[in-house]
């Protein structure tokens, strides 16, 4: 806000020295306008000594002369409206601006914030090794959409690729605990869907593995998300 504003004074120091001298030049020549034709066609009589005369020259030069600053006058006073509507105009465009970085690094924390809680909730909080679990699979592929939500609403070039940047380190995370030399047992299918011979036994509905929850993973883990609102929305 400090800063538009002394961009404003500025401007409006700039523009008042710029009028200045145009003001000048612009009386000068609206003064020899007005003298001229009076000295051409009377310079010949020499100066006259009747007052009447004085004043018949003064009704002329006064009548001309301020019809004509009268006329600039007014023009002068539409360009001071327009100079002033420009830095108001300028103003409002700092500020949005202002507006649009500080919404830019609010999503940008945000999303990383996401996507980092994303990551942890596929850690099991024994060992840190990658946790079977439906639910927990379930709420990191829905962080990884919000965040992906968020990091849709950057318009900052600078803030995107600052974002992108700390995006691709949290990934290769994801990528490190999917690995399957780190966590074998994904590459068994039954990893995905274990079948629990308790809750088989006891009548209640098998929890596997969401496919969705799995692709929007998986996904991540391996390049830039697309949008995956679609795919989670029946799991």
Not at 2 to 9: A, F, G, K
Not at 160 to 174: D, G, L, M, N, P
Not at 200 to 211: D, K, L, N, V
Request: glycine share 4%; net charge neutral.
């Amino acid at each position: 806000m400090i800063r538009i504003s002394v961009e404003t004074t500025t401007k409006k120091r700039d523009t008042t020295k710029s009028w200045v001298p145009i003001a000048i030049i612009t009386l000068i020549t609206c003064t020899t306008i007005v003298a001229v034709p009076w000295l051409w066609q009377f310079s010949a009589s020499g100066l006259s000594r009747s007052p009447s005369d004085w004043g018949v020259f003064g009704d002329y030069f006064g009548g001309v002369l301020s019809t004509l600053i009268s006329a600039l006058g007014f023009i002068g006073i539409i360009a001071t409206i327009k100079t002033q509507s420009d830095t108001i105009s300028t103003q409002l465009s700092g500020l949005a601006q202002e507006k649009e970085i500080r919404d830019d690094e609010v999503y940008s924390k945000q999303s990383l914030e996401c996507l980092i809680e994303a990551l942890d909730k596929l850690k099991s909080p024994i060992d840190g090794k990658l946790y079977r679990n439906r639910l927990a699979w379930l709420e990191s592929a829905r962080l990884i959409v919000t965040a992906q939500d968020l990091a849709d609403r950057i318009k900052s070039d600078s803030m995107q690729h600052t974002f992108k940047a700390a995006e691709k380190v949290i990934r290769s995370r994801f990528s490190t605990l999917l690995n399957p030399d780190n966590s074998p047992e994904t590459m068994q299918p039954s990893y995905f869907y274990h079948m629990d011979w308790d809750r088989w036994i006891t009548g209640q509905r098998q929890e596997p593995i969401h496919e969705a929850s799995t692709y929007v993973i998986y996904k991540f883990a391996r390049e830039s998300p697309n949008k995956f609102s679609n795919v989670l929305k029946y799991a």
